[in-house]
């Protein structure tokens, strides 16, 4: 079984810095894109940024020029290093993977179970 783990939450203040890891653990032929979602309370999840296996990277408008999403495709990781972090930045952040279990098998989405990042004024 494949499970996506997330860490590196918390709480911090206006203008400071988190960065968010997510390892797919189990047995796994490829990870094709990864990304970090997030949802907050009230609002539909959405996505913050991806990333292909080649290494190309999409951010929502919002995010762009504060955070930067990474991957370790030896580790099976993801990361998010989120920079000047803003109260509305706040939120469950979910990492997200889409990958094949085996060479023959088609590509599923695979979910962590996500991280709370707070971002106090």
């Known amino acids: 079984q494949v499970q996506p783990v997330e860490s590196g939450g918390g709480l911090v203040q206006a203008g400071g810095s988190l960065k968010l890891s997510c390892a797919a653990s189990?047995?796994?032929?490829?990870?094709?894109?990864m990304g970090w979602y997030r949802q907050a309370p009230g609002k539909q999840r959405e996505l913050v940024a991806s990333?292909?296996?080649?290494?190309?990277?999409d951010y929502i408008d919002s995010v762009k020029g504060r955070f930067t999403i990474s991957r370790d495709n030896a580790k099976n990781m993801v990361n998010l290093q989120m920079n000047s972090l803003k109260p509305e930045d706040g939120a469950v952040y979910y990492c997200?993977?889409?990958?094949?279990?085996?060479?023959?098998?088609?590509?599923?989405?695979?979910w962590g179970q996500g991280t709370q990042v707070t971002v106090s004024s």
């Open positions: 997200n993977a889409n990958l094949r279990l085996k060479s023959w098998s088609l590509s599923d989405v695979y």
């Open positions: 189990g047995s796994i032929f490829k990870i094709n894109h």
């Open positions: 990333i292909t296996s080649g290494g190309s990277t």
